[in-house]
């Protein structure tokens, strides 16, 4: 029974040890909405990672391989991404300084990045960060429904073509 009641025990720590590494990883601002909207980025992101840098790139006016690069050596996640890139633009920095910073400071998260270069919570310009992912969220949301749709219609027109070759 001491011994069911040990490996129980040990079972629930890790389970608690895990969970809480995973709430670590996840990008965090201090604002709920916006951390939901960077965690869809996060989802959305992963079935076209080149499209989202394209859609950054084009929203931001950042080239692309800079976004790529700041990613890739800040280990960022797409929402991270998001955040570093917004943040670069409305500082005038370099994504990859922005990265770089954020990484320094990671357990502080990026509501305190932001304030900490000059954006503060509730001001026009965080609700214009808040604005951008829920802008960045849709368009994903928009590409992936159209992506379904063009799927449908090619194999629609396979199957007609595959009839009219029977007939």
């Known amino acids: 029974m001491k011994q069911i009641l ?21 990008t965090s601002t201090g ?28 929203n931001y006016g950042i080239p692309e391989e800079e976004i790529r690069q700041a990613k890739e050596r800040g280990g960022l996640s797409d929402g991270d991404t ?11 920095r370099r994504v ?14 990026w509501g305190v990045m ?3 270069m000059g954006i503060k919570p509730g001001s026009p310009e965080f609700k214009e960060l ?11 949301k928009a590409m992936a ?3 379904k749709n063009q799927q449908k219609q090619e194999v629609g027109k396979e199957r007609e073509h595959g009839r009219k070759v029977k007939n």
Not at 41 to 50: G, L, M, Q, V, Y
Not at 84 to 89: P, Q, S, V
Not at 130 to 140: E, F, I, L, P, Y
């Open 130 to 140: 808040k604005a951008g992912a829920r802008g960045s969220v849709d368009h994903m």
């Open 145 to 147: 429904k159209g992506k």
């Open 31 to 58: 604002d709920w909405n916006l951390d939901s909207l960077l965690g869809k980025i996060n989802e959305r992101a992963k079935s076209d990672p080149d499209g989202f840098t394209k859609q950054l790139s084009q």
């Open 6 to 26: 040990t490996v129980a025990t040990f079972l629930l720590f890790l389970g608690l040890h895990f969970q809480s590494v995973a709430f670590a990883l996840q």
């Open 82 to 92: 998001y955040m570093a890139t917004a943040l670069a633009r409305k500082t005038n």
């Open 114 to 116: 932001a304030m900490n």
């Open 96 to 109: 990859e300084d922005v990265a770089a910073e954020y990484k320094q400071n990671q357990g502080k998260g």
